[in-house]
């Protein structure tokens, strides 16, 4: 019986020896130490020795035994520490998203980068204001009715006896006032790009939505300035071949006031089913109302000056190519729609 134990030892310590996975290291327990493995059979068998030999049976097949259990144990741990451990460099590695800069802010850059080429200063006011800057100050009188066009938010607080109601500031050209106090004596030549906010949303309105609003002053500024500067635009941001054109309009801040149009990049200006007679609405412009000048503290008898105010979101919407149907789509967190730009 020694004879056997010791072959059964170099037996299980051979297959021990080129396992090579936990699974087949369990099918060797499984032989040698399940309830009709070899080692297990072995230990039945004590009783078929001779009485004076079992002692030392025993003690040989509790060895044998043992020194297989401990090599099986450890096999086990050494497979399980090279799967934590292994790894393979040739796998590619996983790319972390990347994300760009919004469309809204690209244009912003775009916008602030070509008036000041041509020497306007970049200007923010503040998007709670007082209805003093927003309205009183642009030469709209209190309960004039163009305020309520506007479709202002007003803000819950109490309202101030020089400045009167605090809102969302619902157009740039609050910052026109301003931008002549703070510069003191003329030449003014402010590009004002920033938020605003109107009780507005359909497919070309959303209730925060941007607007630049450029204003130049100086002596002798005339419409010829404005419609060279409109066409220097036109050109830099739609393309070379685009011009525009001034149609007769109304806004209390300018005399005279004009529409912006720009020829349709689709047709050229012939017409199509984008434009209709070859022209597209831009914004709103004119020449500074002088009520406006002497609110800025500038006198009109000696100076003059254009402004005009359009949406970042239209002129985006109206660069060739992009095809965005719905201003809304601008600002949807859907990454499907926004990793296209
Ligand atoms: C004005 O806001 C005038 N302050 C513009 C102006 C400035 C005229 C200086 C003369 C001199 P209007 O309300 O038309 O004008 O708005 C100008 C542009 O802002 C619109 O053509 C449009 O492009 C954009 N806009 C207005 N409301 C929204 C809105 N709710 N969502 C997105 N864009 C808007």
Known sequence: MQEDILNTKNQALAQLMSAESVNEL?????DYFGRSGKFTNLIKDIKKAPPEERKHIG???????KSIETLLEGQKNSFKEVAREWFDPTIPGEKPDVGHIHLITLTIEKISEIFTRIGFERARY???ESDYFAFEALNMPKNHPARDEWETFFVDVPENPKSGKTVLTPHTSSGQVREML?????PVRMINIAKCYRRQSDISHVPMFHQFEGLVIDKGISIVNLKGTLDY???AFFGKDRVTRLRPYHFQFTEPSFEIDI???????????VCKAGWLELGGAGMVHPNVLKAGRVDPKIYSGFAFGWGVERVLMMREGLGIPDVRMIYSTDLR???QF
Not at 26 to 30: D, N, T, V
Not at 60 to 65: C, G, Q
């Open 263 to 273: 020829s349709c990049g689709v047709c050229g200006g012939k017409g199509c089913k």
């Open 126 to 128: 503040p998007e709670v």
């Open 59 to 65: 003690q040989t097949l509790n060895e044998a035994k």
């Open 337 to 339: 729609y926004l990793s």
């Open 182 to 186: 703070r510069v003191g004596k003329p």
């Open 26 to 30: 369990e099918q060797i327990r499984i």
């Open 233 to 235: 635009f036109a050109k």
